[in-house]
Nanobody, 123 residues
Framework: QVQLVESGGGLVQPGGSLRLSCAAS????????IGWFRQAPGKEREGVSC????????YYTDDVKGRFTISRSNAENTVYLQMNSLKPEDTAVYYC????????????????WGQGTQVSVSS
């Protein structure tokens, strides 16, 4: 069964950093665009970043631009989200998702999802 597994979440103080990982099993990420989404309590799931399958072109929403960096290692079959200068409003469950097409901000357009990892930013 195709799986995406996120890891790296946790509790961090404002201004701190975390690196999330999204590892794939039973399929190869090479041909997929990978999006990172987040969902805070009472809010809709929203995209924060996406990286294309080929060429590695990446996209960010304005909320995270300059603070988050998405990258991929096809050799490790893993996509990373480096999150710096974290703010309390970044608190959410973070999900990665795979889509065999171009990047999209629409959650419904993704084929595979991970189970999510909690990120909490608080002093």
């Amino acid at each position: 069964q195709v799986q995406l597994v996120e890891s790296g979440g946790g509790l961090v103080q404002p201004g701190g950093s975390l690196r999330l990982s999204c590892a794939a099993s039973r399929f190869t990420l090479d041909y997929y665009a990978i999006g990172w989404f987040r969902q805070a309590p009472g809010k809709e799931r929203e995209g924060v970043s996406c990286i294309m399958s080929s060429g590695g072109r990446s996209y960010y929403t304005d909320d995270v631009k300059g603070r988050f960096t998405i990258s991929r290692s096809n050799a490790e079959n893993t996509v990373y989200l480096q999150m710096n200068s974290l703010k309390p409003e970044d608190t959410a469950v973070y999900y990665c998702a795979a889509r065999r097409a171009l990047c999209s901000w629409g959650p419904n357009e993704y084929d595979y999802w991970g189970q999510g990892t909690q990120v909490s930013v608080s002093s």
